[in-house]
Every structure is written in C-alpha cells, then in structure tokens.
C-alpha cells in the first residue's frame, strides 16, 4: 500500500535535478512513493529521470507530451499518485534525509485534513530558516481561524505547495488541484481554497525541505509576462473569497495582501520598459476591480508612501496596453520553474 505520494515536476532543470533525486534515493522507504513530471523538459533533464525511475525505490516517472507550467505539471502528478497523502517538491529543490517518514508520522498521529512545515531558504551558499506563521504548533486548528487577522502575515501568506503534506480526501474534494492557466502565483488561490474549505490542519516544527532561490531561468530572475499572473492569481482569489459565506470578514485581508503585491511588483526593477507599461496598466485595472469600500479601508491601513502610490495609479485613466506575445488568460474557478 502506497501511504505517501511525493509529486515532484521538472522542467529543464538539468544542473538542479540530481541534487533533487539524490534526497529523494536518501528519502525511499516502503509505502513511499516519488511521482517524477516531466514538464516536456528539452535539456536532458529527461534523460536523468529516465535513470532514477530504474534507481530510486519508488519512482515513478510520468511524462508530459507539451510544456503545461508547474500546476498543469503538479495536476498530472497528482492523477498519478496513489498515496494516502500527498506532498510535492519542486524539482529543483531537494529534501533531508528521512523528511518524508518524518511527516508522513506527523500526518498519521495528527490526523487532519493538511500539515504545513517550516523549510530552510537557499541563496548561494546562505542558508535561512523560514516558519510557518502560525504559533501554535502540533495542535489540530481550524483552517479558517489562520486566516485573520488582516493586518498581519498569517498562514495563507504562507503559500509554498511543497511545505506541507495533504490528506487524499481533499484530492478527491477537488480543492488540492491546481489551476492550469496560472504560469506563476498558482499557489496563492490554491492556499486560499484550502484554508477555506479544509475541516482541519495543523503545523509542525520540520525543517527538512531545502528551497532554492536565485535560480537562473526561473521567473523571479527572467521578469517575462509569465510575472504578471499573478495579477488573474489574485482575481480569482478575490472572486472566490467573495463568494465565502464568511466574505465580510474575510475579504479585507484579501484585498490588502493583494495591493501589497501589487505594490511589491510596481517598485521592482527586472521587467523591461515596454512590460513595465503594461504591468502598470494592468494594476491600475486590477485596483478599480477591487470593491471600492474594501479597497479604501486597505489603503487606509497601509504605510502612506504605499497607499499613495496605489491611490495615484487607481485614479490614472483606463488605457488599452500593449499586446504581448502570447494570449492573455484569466484564470476559471477551480518552480519547477514556473513557481519561482
């Protein structure tokens, strides 16, 4: 019997993966299973899973016939996986040894819906710790009373997929897929969706999944249009939320994690002129969609350079921006390195 299903996609990942496979070798025990995606890798990514399918106990490798993005990757994954619980890695990240018998006994003895982890942040050669915020630690808590309060980082700003592990139940609810029109920010809807609607969770103090940054080829370093998905990721945020029984309480933390993003990515400096415009235009669309009474409140309670800015941006005048390469999608209800 197959207890735990790690899906983990890759896509042309060629210098990372080995470092990924060989935790997973370090990691292989019975009822254990590794579900490599091959997100139509084209480097010879392909050809190191082909090896660790015959190597690693437990592998099983799948692969895409055309390039889907990490959550079309990580759903093909999971119509694989046949674990009672299931976790993801990304495929250019790697785990310690034992993590997953350490969390698959987490998840036993805790019984709940999900688990989230703590994980370690990798830049060249610094290691950081980064933790759930979430205080209360091996306690089953309801996931919607992690979700406020609004004006403080709480665990769905926490979206990393991989630091956790999910109970199948919610597979088969349908809320642990991922939506496939999201090239980058798919997890954010998806913390959201399961922090609405799980029964249950819990957070444990693990510190076993190692997170690369400063990938090269990765979204966070590129600054192409796949950037700017994070602006349908967060409309659907917002639609769904709205549509919460619990919508009043809830869509204020909604709207201003949402501008705070927004803010985050008007101030960066890796998008070239021409995508600078039209990331501009596309956020001042974004503010004028936000409910105007929610949105006022969220401003008001942000820093006032921050607010200013938004405030100023809202007010400029519609205008049509630049096609880009490449058809714009909006996301319907529902790294790799297109988490990045």
């Not at 690693?56 to 692969?63: E, F, N, Q, S, Y």
Request: aromatic share 6%.
């Amino acid at each position: 019997m197959v207890n735990l299903s790690v899906v983990v996609p890759f896509r042309n990942v060629r210098p990372y993966a080995p470092d990924t496979l060989r935790s997973l070798r370090a990691n292989a025990a019975e009822g254990i299973e590794f579900v490599l995606v091959d997100d139509f890798s084209t480097d010879g990514t392909e050809d190191l899973l082909e090896r660790a399918g015959k190597d690693i106990p437990g592998a099983v490798v799948v692969r895409r016939g055309e390039q889907g993005g990490v959550s079309a990757a990580r759903n093909t994954g999971l119509e694989a996986a046949r674990g009672r619980f299931l976790a993801f890695l990304d495929g250019d990240d790697w785990a310690a040894p034992g993590h997953y018998r350490e969390l698959l006994a987490a998840a036993e003895a805790l019984d709940c819906d999900f688990l989230r982890t703590d994980h370690v942040r990798c830049t060249g050669r610094t290691r950081t710790l980064v933790r759930v915020p979430e205080g209360r630690r091996g306690t089953v808590l309801d996931p919607r009373d992690a979700i406020l309060p609004a004006h403080r980082s709480t665990s769905v700003d926490y979206a990393y997929a991989w630091a956790g592990v999910y109970h199948r139940r919610l597979l088969e609810s349908g809320v642990l897929r991922f939506d496939a029109a999201l090239r980058t920010a798919e997890d954010r809807p998806w913390i959201w969706r399961l922090h609405r609607e799980a029964s249950s969770f819990a957070v444990v103090g693990l510190t076993g999944i190692f997170y690369r940054r400063g990938v090269a080829g990765s979204l966070t370093r590129i600054g192409d249009e796949r950037q700017l998905d994070f602006i349908p990721a967060f409309d659907l945020l917002v639609e769904e939320t709205s549509r919460d029984p619990d919508a009043a309480a809830l869509l204020p933390k909604a709207v201003r994690t949402y501008c705070a993003v927004l803010h985050h990515h008007l101030t960066g400096d890796r998008f070239e002129p021409r995508l600078a415009r039209t990331l501009r235009a596309r956020c001042a669309a974004a503010l004028r969609r936000l409910p105007a009474g929610v949105l006022a409140d969220a401003l008001d309670g942000m820093d006032t350079a921050r607010a200013a800015r938004l405030r100023r941006l809202r007010r400029r005048p519609a205008a049509v921006p630049p096609r880009l390469t490449g058809r714009s999608r909006r996301p319907s209800p529902g790294r790799a390195e297109a988490s990045r």
